[in-house]
């Protein structure tokens, strides 16, 4: 923001009055400024010409806050933030004081940073968890949802009157209907009650979780996160391409860890039955019905089931 030297240097003299007495008359003339002098009658003028410098920002930064031009373009010296005045009386002289004021924007966005800063993604973009939802506009773009979203407005309104449940949720349904995405609206909801969360794409996940054996520290951490997080998405389960050391090891002890303390979300186009024989086969042991079986032991109890139907969005 532009100083007041900055702006006595920029204005030319008119009629013979100097800069500085120019600006000097603006600023104690300025409606802002008359207030607060109808506030404290007992201010006299000198105690206004040594604070110039105060009102002159004062003044200022509540025009710019009146032309706001948005929180990125902030003008104010303090982005999101305006200056205000108090006037206090020490020893019977008045001393003014000036101090910040954060603006409605401001407040919001650091409300939203707050929010964002507890969900966590691996591998999914993270577009989904800043997203503005709107759940008659979800509902608008493809009515074949309405079912799906009334049953998660269920769940978070359960979640917030009763607290964090056991019983997870299973978004099953074909490619493109909106899964992740009505993922995602769940754990914004649920982040702005302050729930943590974790959204994980479980193709990439799997992938690298193999290559993290090799860090074990790493891999510790990555699973600690997953298993302390309020809420845990892994989303289109189902798609990796699962090693037995993965399944029992990685994912077994993620739910085992969870089931009967956190709730679980999957996203994924197969059934549950279709989701077992996934578990039960690997290209390096090859079928293994009962480890299969015991994994889903992990699922199924643990989850209600969402069916999200709907047409491909993916492209539109």
Same mark, same amino acid.
């Given at each position: 923001m532009e100083s007041l030297g900055e702006a006595m240097r920029r204005m030319p003299p008119i009629g013979g009055l100097g800069n500085a007495e120019r600006i000097a008359d603006q600023v104690l003339?300025? $409606?802002?400024?008359?207030?607060?002098? *109808?506030?404290?009658?007992?201010?006299?003028?000198?105690?206004? &010409?040594?604070? @110039? =410098?105060?009102?002159?920002?004062?003044?200022?930064?509540?025009?710019?806050?009146?032309?706001?031009?948005?929180?990125?373009?902030? $003008?104010?010296?303090?982005?999101?933030? *305006?200056?205000?005045?108090?006037?206090?009386?020490?020893?019977? &002289?008045?001393? @003014? =004081?000036?101090?910040?004021?954060?603006?409605?924007?401001?407040?919001?966005?650091?409300?939203?940073?707050?929010?964002?800063?507890?969900?966590?993604?691996?591998?999914?973009?993270e577009a989904i968890l800043g997203e503005q939802y709107d759940e008659e506009e979800i509902i608008r773009l493809d009515a074949n949802r309405a079912l799906a979203v009334n049953q998660l407005q269920n769940y978070v309104r359960t979640t917030i009157n009763q607290g964090l449940q056991k019983q997870g949720l299973y978004l099953q349904g074909d490619f493109g209907t909106g899964k992740t995405?009505?993922?995602?609206?769940?754990?914004?909801?649920?982040?702005?009650?302050?729930?943590?969360?974790?959204?994980?794409?479980?193709?990439?996940?799997?992938?690298?979780?193999?290559?993290?054996?090799?860090?074990?520290?790493?891999?510790?951490e990555t699973i600690t996160l997953m298993k302390d997080a309020d809420l845990l998405v892994f989303d289109d389960i189902g798609a990796e391409n699962l090693t037995p050391w993965v399944r029992d090891h990685v994912l077994g002890a993620i739910l085992n860890h969870r089931m009967n303390r956190k709730p679980t979300f999957y996203t994924s186009n197969h059934e549950l039955d279709d989701l077992e024989r996934h578990f039960s086969f690997t290209h390096k042991e090859g079928e293994e019905l009962h480890k299969g079986q015991r994994l889903m032991d992990r699922v199924r109890p643990f989850v209600d089931i969402v069916h999200v139907r709907g047409r491909n969005h993916r492209g539109s």
């Open positions: 003339n300025d $409606p802002l400024v008359l207030k607060l002098r *109808s506030r404290y009658p007992e201010l006299d003028e000198a105690v206004l &010409r040594t604070n @110039l =410098n105060r009102l002159y920002q004062m003044t200022t930064e509540y025009r710019n806050c009146k032309a706001c031009p948005g929180l990125a373009l902030c $003008p104010n010296d303090m982005q999101g933030h *305006s200056t205000g005045i108090n006037c206090v009386q020490m020893n019977g &002289r008045w001393q @003014l =004081n000036d101090y910040k004021t954060a603006c409605s924007k401001w407040t919001a966005n650091e409300q939203q940073q707050q929010i964002r800063r507890r969900m966590t993604s691996f591998y999914v973009d995405y009505l993922a995602g609206y769940l754990l914004q909801k649920l982040a702005k009650e302050g729930y943590s969360s974790v959204i994980v794409y479980m193709p990439e996940f799997v992938e690298d979780a193999k290559a993290l054996m090799f860090e074990p520290q790493k891999l510790k």
